[in-house]
């Protein structure tokens, strides 16, 4: 990540994201959220570095490669044990849990997200990201244990509504795991989606966010086992793309729509 950003302007320029296309570097489709500018550098992987590497580094794009690909095997498995465990604790059985749109492990789908957020002589001017949420089912963050990250915490009995460091820098060696829209639609509101934002300090931050959702085509909605009779459920099936989209056109969070 450092060698990334740490390249001229003009280098990294030769893979800036283009119109349609979400890999590639440049800012991240939250500035709905905020009308200030990130604080932020960003570079997008999707489903292969190679492309964008070779761009980067003529003679040696193989190690930046081989460094993401051996990430994203580890990862991958995580994450994957991460959603089903997540789903299992609400009371679906491993077959219940196979015919969820994020059952077939092999059929998730996945981005990465490197960013890094530059010192700042007046780092309380600025914000590195907006407060958002993350649309897929959730994010596993790899950080280097500078401290930056927030979540939202609502009021209750010991305070009123705040933001709270995220404590990466007490506790280093740590991935974050932040929870999504769509884990949020498909447990019917059980799994709250967290409202983040990252502060900027005087010491360069870098994060590696790796986002778990299901592939475009496929629909998730609150799974009927969770929706329970009475209460019904809450949120209409959306695709990832589909609620992007819906993130995109209002301004501000959005509520998903109820039934
Ligand atoms: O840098 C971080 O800790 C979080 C990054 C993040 O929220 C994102 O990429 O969506
Ligand atoms: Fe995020």
């Known amino acids: 990540m450092h060698r990334l950003f740490a390249l001229p302007a003009e280098v990294k320029l030769k893979v800036a994201k283009t119109e349609g296309h979400d890999a590639g570097y440049g800012g991240f489709p939250i500035s709905h959220f905020s009308p200030k500018f990130s604080w932020s550098e960003g570079f997008a992987i999707g489903s292969s570095p190679v492309d964008h590497a070779q761009k980067l580094w003529p003679d040696d794009y193989s190690t930046f490669c081989e460094v993401i690909e051996e990430y994203k095997k ?50 309380d001017r600025v914000l590195g990201l907006p407060p958002h949420t993350d649309s897929g089912c959730v994010a596993i963050v790899y950080h280097n244990g500078i401290s930056g990250l927030q979540v939202l915490r609502r009021k209750d009995d010991i305070a009123p509504t705040r933001w709270v460091m995220v404590p990466t820098a007490t506790v280093p060696n740590t991935f974050v795991v932040n929870i999504g829209d769509l884990m949020h639609v498909l447990s019917n509101g059980r799994f709250h989606n967290v409202l983040h934002r990252v502060t900027i300090s005087k010491t360069n931050r870098l994060s590696c966010a790796y986002f778990f959702g299901p592939q475009a085509d496929v629909k998730v909605g609150p799974l009927s086992k969770l929706a329970g009779l009475e209460q019904g459920p809450l949120y209409k099936p959306v695709t990832w793309p589909g609620l992007q989209k819906m993130r995109s056109d209002r301004a501000g969070l959005i509520k998903l729509g109820p039934k």
């Open 74 to 123: 580890a990862i991958n498995s995580l994450g994957c044990r991460l959603i089903h465990a997540m789903l299992l604790s609400l009371g679906l059985s491993e077959e219940e849990l196979c015919q969820t749109p994020v059952g077939d492990s092999s059929k998730l789908k996945t981005v990465m997200h490197l960013n890094s957020y530059p010192a700042c002589t007046n780092p």
